[in-house]
Nanobody
Framework: QVQLVESGGGLVQAGGSLRLACAAS????????MGWFRQAPGKEREFVAA????????IYSDSVKGRFTISRDNAKSTVSLQMNSLKPEDTAVYYC????????????????WGQGIQVTVSS
């Protein structure tokens, strides 16, 4: 059983930055690819970014590409999401999740999820 705990959310003005972190415990972290998703009120959960287990392959949704950076530290069992040039439309609850097989774009293929953390971007 893997436990994931997000931190680093909060309120920021448009154009600002936040760094989310996700700490994993209870499993072999380096075996999993990791992803970040977000869900805004009234909307479905959407893919944001994912990173392979060796930290050499990352992908992003078109809406965040060039502004967000995902990274991981296997020694510390953490995955981070650096968010720059934030926009009001980035406001959502952000979730980290781990996946052992399947498509990193599909929320249903992920095995474990964090509880989520709120990010609010004011205009």
């Amino acid at each position: 059983q893997v436990q994931l705990v997000e931190s680093g959310g909060g309120l920021v003005q448009a154009g600002g930055s936040l760094r989310l972190a996700c700490a994993a415990s209870g499993g072999t972290f380096r075996r999993y690819a990791m992803g970040w998703f977000r869900q805004a009120p009234g909307k479905e959960r959407e893919f944001v970014a994912a990173i392979g287990w060796r930290d050499d392959n990352s992908i992003y949704s078109d809406s965040v590409k060039g502004r967000f950076t995902i990274s991981r530290d296997n020694a510390k069992s953490t995955v981070s999401l650096q968010m720059n040039s934030l926009k009001p439309e980035d406001t959502a609850v952000y979730y980290c999740a781990s996946i052992s097989s399947g498509s990193v774009y599909r929320a249903d293929d992920y095995d474990y999820w964090g509880q989520g953390i709120q990010v609010t971007v004011s205009s």
